[in-house]
């Protein structure tokens, strides 16, 4: 499972003192591109062959400013043409559970404006990251 730490800024929080909603699917996000680039693929833009389908995330505890968080990032399913990554999102020091997400990627052709299959080294690799769920 990929993990990413991060620290959360105060310009994430909102006016009731914690870190608001809209900041978990930053998170995710940064998450999603360490993962992809942690198994070799690119993230150059133009080189980038990965849309976003659908991204959920379920807010069980609150976080702050200043907290470092961990991101765990594994792959819950593997299609053809797309995978859903599981994300949990953890309070670094204690290991409180913040948050739970899942993201649906594919695989995309943007000359042909069409999903694509996995690269079979993508696929490849993916299939290590294959997490019971989480």
């Known amino acids: 499972m990929h993990e990413l730490k991060l620290r959360t800024?105060?310009?994430e929080t909102d006016?009731?003192?914690h870190i608001n909603n809209t900041s978990y699917?930053?998170?995710l996000?940064?998450?999603r591109l360490k993962f992809f680039e942690s198994i070799g693929a690119s993230v150059e833009i133009k080189d980038f062959n990965i849309i976003l389908a659908s991204v959920k995330c379920d807010f069980i505890s609150q976080a702050f400013y200043n907290e470092e968080l961990t991101i765990r990032t594994g792959v819950a399913k593997l299609g053809n043409t797309s995978c859903e990554l599981a994300h949990e999102m953890l309070d670094a020091e204690?290991?409180?559970l913040i948050a739970k997400g899942k993201?649906?990627?594919v695989f995309f052709d943007f000359?042909?404006?069409q999903?694509?299959?996995?690269?079979d080294d993508i696929r490849g690799i993916l299939e290590k990251h294959l997490q019971p769920v989480m």
Do not use: L
Request: hydrophobic residues 40%; contains cysteine.
């Open 25 to 27: 699917f930053i998170y």
């Open 103 to 105: 993201a649906v990627v």
């Open 15 to 17: 006016a009731i003192g």
């Open 111 to 113: 000359d042909k404006h």
């Open 115 to 119: 999903s694509r299959p996995i690269p």
């Open 94 to 96: 204690t290991g409180r």
């Open 29 to 31: 996000e940064d998450a």
């Open 9 to 11: 800024r105060f310009c």
